[in-house]
């Protein structure tokens, strides 16, 4: 990926050690207390001394609070700190190997800045718009509505085991991820009110969703991958952060909380089969 104003060397390290300090943070890690543990260790040595470095946040789930927790404890401030979600199919299989099978857009756009936030909006489109398609999105409004293929496909996948052509093609499992989703929409309608955000998410999102779903072919949505790989869940900020926030807006979820419900006995699993 080439970046305007990039150095002209490019550096792959998997130590800690080797970092220095950018202009540009991405942070693309899973959504597990194991991979948000390692940023307090990381990100002082990613931070530059005067305070411009950007922070840009690519990952799954309503995570951009819990980011902006864990930069506020560093010594060193930073400029802006972004949100993004990319709407794309993409499997780690190992690592270094990343299968890509359908392609989509990044969108993004400013948790936090003491800047003006217009400018650093076109500083972010301008940081990714070289390499690939970008929308620049409100982002309490973007999580959510990426959270509403998010909860009932990583979901639904995870617990019957099967991949995403599955759900699509099944007549009773298509209306329990339209049941979903529309519980989706009660609660991040209620908490972007409760936010002060203009932006709501309608039947037609649940429409773009299902277009998604059903050219997508066959997909491994990655919180099914982690399940039969053994590996820690990301239920905190993808799963669980709807449902607290549903429990404080007085917003019945039934449908979706007994998912979550089934998706934590998933992890219960894990645990068991990993003692």
């Known amino acids: ?6 150095p002209p060397k490019t550096c792959f390290t998997s130590s800690a050690d080797d970092l220095q300090p950018s202009e540009w943070v ?9 991979g948000l543990n390692t940023l307090p260790t990381i990100l002082p040595k990613l931070l530059k001394a005067d ?10 789930g309503l995570v951009d609070q819990k980011i902006s927790q864990i930069v506020s404890t560093l010594e060193t401030p930073v400029a802006s700190i972004f949100g993004c979600a990319a ?4 499997n780690r299989e190992r690592p270094g190997h990343v299968n890509h099978t359908f392609c ?19 500083n972010l489109t301008n940081f990714f718009e070289s390499a690939v398609s970008f929308e620049r999105s409100p982002i309490s409004h973007l999580r959510w509505r990426k959270s509403l ?15 995403t052509d599955h759900i699509a093609g099944d007549e009773k499992l298509r209306e329990e991820a339209t049941a979903i989703m529309q519980e989706v929409i009660e609660v991040a309608n209620s908490d972007l009110a409760s936010l002060s955000q203009p932006q709501r998410l309608s039947a037609k999102d649940v429409d773009a969703m299902w277009l998604l779903t059903d050219t997508m072919g066959v997909y491994f949505p990655s ?16 799963f669980d952060e709807v449902v607290t926030r549903a429990a404080s807006h007085g917003v019945p979820i039934p449908r979706t909380a ?18």
Request: aromatic residues 6%; contains cysteine.
């Open 149 to 163: 293929w998010n909860v009932p496909f990583n979901g639904l996948c995870t617990i019957l085991n099967v991949t």
């Open 26 to 34: 991405v942070i693309a890690l899973k959504g597990t207390e194991e």
């Open 104 to 122: 989509g857009d990044l969108k993004g756009g400013v948790v936090e800045s003491s800047l003006d936030h217009e400018a650093e909006t076109r």
């Open 87 to 90: 709407y794309i199919c993409a």
């Open 1 to 6: 990926m080439h970046v305007p104003h990039s």
């Open 258 to 275: 007994d998912l979550v419900s089934q998706l934590h006995q998933r992890q219960n699993e894990i645990k068991n089969n990993n003692k």
């Open 51 to 60: 305070g411009t470095t950007r922070i840009t946040v690519v990952m799954n």
């Open 223 to 238: 919180t099914l991958l982690d399940y039969r790989n053994g590996m820690e869940l990301e239920l905190r900020y993808i």
